[in-house]
């Protein structure tokens, strides 16, 4: 038996580093001869986040594009245990206009398209102004996917109203069962249409947009997704809008990233929903316009959109 | 040709309109000498300082860092000269008022309020003694841990002191918030005792996934430097409830979302008027075979 002297622990400790360095030799030895394999030819390519970078030529592999079936499948699945919810404080709203400008980058809008539109409203005669950003209500029980012939605009489970492009015949069922004017027609060729040729179709942003087919507000199922916030939310400079999970009671704010409980929130303020009459159950919420941040800007325009 | 000529449009358009965003915000006579009828003491610049943190900070950031949001013309900081050269009347004024991206707060904040707001802002003039010390966070950090049983944080604050040891932080605030889709929760707050501990029972009314689990960020205030403590998936919450919102079989506008009674009901009646059919054909066979005998 081995006695635990100095000398043996130094030895033993010898042992070890020695074993390491072989191992740690070999490693580096393994990667320059991965280097030797580089052709040394450069090609210089534009990284997702805008930077220029140049990558040796040898280095590359073909990227995966999404095919369409499982973007489909996945589009039509949604987030699993979601229930995503939106509220809009009407006292906040600036007409700033930033969450349209958003939103149209985002899906490839034309100017005169909105997903979102910024309205003004009056009530009553002698009731003041204000401005209601009014998105696609995303109702829990939809007219609109009711009429459809063809299955093209569905419900999710975690509480988003899409449509797919590639399925849409155009027949505008859903614009004419929509009580809330939230669905776009593309009459004419998309924006950028050229641009995106070829671009594998996304239902969750209804990118590239296709002519002759519907569009209409996706809450940016997208980008929620990649856990981000929608685009008009991140966008809006006033603190207007609220989004999050009804299942886990919670609301961020797009301004100020502040998370609040979603029930409180709209209990406290008295929130209430467009036209619930009509039994569709919307999921967007508004906060009346009490005790304005922004005063009312100029004449009403009447318009009807 | 015509491109110069744009741009040479474009540059005048642009000389033209830089007075115009330079602008300075234009004060009522009669207000701008108003004199500010809130003393200048500790509690109104704490209260100020509340009120700021509240309504002012999303766009104007935290004093002295220039953390504003970018927005067209800028949020000035609060201790910037260009903020302080104004006069008390004349910040009241624009608080009250409001201009383009600022908001009005007339109908948010009560006069007292804002001119407690004013105090606030001249805490960082130079000519004015500073009522409130912004001492730099002292380095500190926070262990904890989740007793699944009792639904309890357990919580152990320690600073760092000047000779470099690590002392237990007493009477100090701790933040326990919940992790959500897109931000933290809060939950409450717990004071450290003496010993730097303390104990957060976690709300019956926390929801967490669909078993339970909650992920909780512990965080000490702004005045102590520290990492978050995150303990993920603790089970202190109540299930999360995740109602079906849609049947297959409402849609059926396709073949595999169709409704089982109605394809039964359909191909019943379909198969019922073939027989029919066949039955009346093959009567008439039979006629036909009786009128020939």
């Known amino acids: 038996m081995e006695r635990n002297t100095r000398r043996n622990f130094i030895r033993k400790l010898g042992a070890t580093v020695g074993a390491a360095g072989v191992v740690g030799g070999t490693s580096i030895l393994s990667s320059c001869n991965s280097v030797e394999t580089s052709s040394g030819d450069k090609i210089k390519l534009l990284t997702s986040s805008g930077e220029l970078v140049e990558v040796d030529k040898s280095q590359l592999t073909p990227a995966e594009m999404p095919n369409l079936s499982e973007n489909q499948t996945r589009g039509r699945e949604g987030l699993p245990g979601r229930s995503w919810v939106m509220v809009i404080d009407l006292s906040k709203c600036r007409n700033a206009r930033e969450c349209m400008k958003a939103c149209q980058n985002h899906h490839q809008l034309r100017p005169e398209q909105h997903h979102i539109n910024v309205l003004q409203m009056q009530d009553a005669e002698h009731t003041a102004p204000y401005y209601m950003p009014k998105p696609c209500q995303h109702c829990d029980n939809p007219p609109c996917t009711k009429v459809c012939p063809v299955n093209a605009t569905f419900k999710r489970n975690d509480g988003i109203v899409l449509i797919d492009n590639e399925r849409c015949i155009g027949c505008r069922f859903c614009i004419a069962a929509c009580p809330y004017s939230a669905r776009v027609f593309n009459w004419f060729e998309p924006r950028d249409a050229e641009k995106y040729k070829g671009v594998t179709y996304n239902i969750e942003a209804n990118v590239p947009q296709k002519k002759g087919t519907i569009s209409k507000c996706l809450f940016s199922a997208d980008r929620l997704r990649d856990g981000k916030l929608p685009s008009c939310v991140s966008a809006c400079p006033n603190g207007v809008y609220w989004f999050g999970d009804r299942n886990e009671d919670a609301v961020t704010n797009g301004t100020t990233k502040e998370t609040v409980s979603f029930s409180k929130l709209i209990k406290d303020n008295a929130a209430y929903t467009l036209m619930e009459e009509l039994g569709t159950k919307p999921r967007v919420y508004y906060l009346p316009p009490k005790d304005r941040a922004f005063p009312f800007e100029g004449e009403l325009i009447e318009h009807h959109s | ?293």
């Not at chain 2, 004060?27 to 704490?46: F, G, R, T, W």
């Not at chain 2, 903020?83 to 004349?90: C, L």
């Open chain 2, 1 to 293: 040709m015509k491109t110069k000529v744009n741009r040479l449009m474009i540059g005048i358009l642009m000389f033209l309109a830089l007075p115009g965003m330079g602008q300075d915000w234009q004060v009522p006579a009669d207000q701008l000498n108003i004199e500010n009828p809130s003393s200048y003491n500790l509690e109104n610049v704490k209260k100020g300082k509340d009120l700021y943190l509240q309504n002012c900070k999303s766009c104007h950031g935290d004093p002295g860092k220039n953390n504003h949001l970018p927005l067209v013309p800028p949020p000035p900081d609060i201790t910037s000269e260009q903020m302080q050269a104004n006069t008390d009347g004349g910040l009241f004024y624009k608080i009250t008022k409001g201009r383009g991206g600022m908001p009005q707060f007339e109908t948010t904040i009560s006069a007292d309020d804002r001119w407690r707001l004013i105090n606030f802002i001249r805490n960082y003039n130079s000519e004015n003694e500073q009522l409130l010390i912004d001492a730099p966070p002292v380095n500190a950090k926070i262990l904890a841990s989740v007793n699944e049983a009792d639904k309890k944080v357990e919580i152990l604050a320690e600073y760092e002191d000047k000779s470099g040891n690590y002392q237990q932080l007493e009477n100090a605030p701790v933040f326990i918030s919940a992790k959500k889709a897109f931000g933290n929760l809060l939950l409450g707050q717990a004071l450290t005792d003496k010993n730097g501990r303390s104990v957060f029972s976690v709300p019956e009314t926390v929801i967490g996934d669909e078993e339970g689990n909650v992920t909780i960020v512990v965080t000490l205030d702004e005045n102590y430097k520290a990492d978050q403590v995150v303990l993920e998936e603790a089970k202190v919450g109540k299930p999360k409830e995740v109602p079906q919102l849609i049947r297959k079989e409402v849609l059926w506008s396709t073949n595999e979302n169709v409704q089982i009674w109605l394809l039964l009901s359909y191909l019943g009646a379909a198969g019922a008027a073939w027989i029919a059919i066949g039955y009346v054909i093959f009567q008439l066979v039979k006629i036909k075979r009786f009128s020939k005998q």
